[in-house]
DNA sequence: TACTTTCGTTAAATATGTTTAACAATTGTT
DNA sequence: AACAATTGTTAAACATATTTAACGAAAGTA
């Protein structure tokens, strides 16, 4: 069970595999065709990186590709893609409009872990988005005394997150256990 | 600018070599000392591979070793898994009490994008939680209302994430700009 | 038609992380 | 002391992702 670390290595594709789909996915909507030098120059990497990556991806079966060597994404490839791209959207949109990241940094953040989550944590994601950005009147209330509140802490301990009176400071071994009392 | 998506490979440290350092800090909790053959068996990898792993880490001044071949995590070491437990920690807790994810996915998923995120998403993760699991009347009743909603769609649309009068088929192109006016 | 450019692929190289096999050195046992 | 087990390292191998260089084929141009 400790093996848990190694499931970062269990994705089924890599980032690099899952960018490629992604560009074939854009590039379709852009030229409305895809061969292995647009995709090049779209993620600013050689075509013999391409080549290699894409064979691998047809091969797989998210990729199929005409006579004339134009690329067009397979229903899994597809179907992949559109997982990737919600998750990626609910993702951005958490880390802009809850947790007020810059939004070039809510989307690098996105970017990174995008294809690592599982499709779970995107729906519960999308839920509680769904809840804090809603007309409620308690939603809108929690955003509004949100805007002001700004956790900080001050200490010199070896936590960087937040330095001081920190949060975790206070419950440094309860991360096993509810926060929360659940009754 | 649109190589933003090869942020994911600048990470300074690759995810093994996180957990490497991490199980230093573990085992040194438990036994006191760490030796190779130690990590090779807590991380269930050969003593080959854990060798060469450290070898790298010494050499960028993570890790350091006594004449014995014991190892000590050097400052730098210390400090950055410092910061990838707290940011787990956080990560985790969010995962389970915000979003309400079982447990052991809260923690598969944590392990997944700890080293990923950088240190302000942490603190901004970490300040939110403050909030919503504080004391304050209002976190409170939006954690009651948030405890029976279950936002849920039924379409068939391309979105797998939810199916149907989804969030984002209602707002499909919003992604780009705020959600919320923000006057 | 002949020359040039573009394009896809392959080969050889680099880099990472892993394995098994072999070896040397140390440690434990009898 | 002699034999056995444990430990760390290195070498050779494999897998992934990438690069540059080279090659061949197709397309464009003169």
Redesign the pocket.
Known sequence: MKELWKKF?EIE??H??VH?LMAIFDLLQIHGYV????I?NYL?????????????LKNRGYVTEDE??FYRLAAPGEQLIQTVLTKRGIIRIFFREVLNLPDHLAEAEACKIEHLLEEETGQKLMSFIGLYLSENKIAEDFRNIRTDFNYHCDTTEACTNCEADCYFASHPFEIDKPLRRTE
Request: aromatic content about 0%; hydrophobic content about 30%; charged content about 25%.
């Open positions: 290595d594709l890599t690099s595999s490629h061969r292995a030098v647009d090049a600013n990497i050689s075509r013999s990186s391409v080549s290699i990556t894409i064979r691998k004339n060597k």
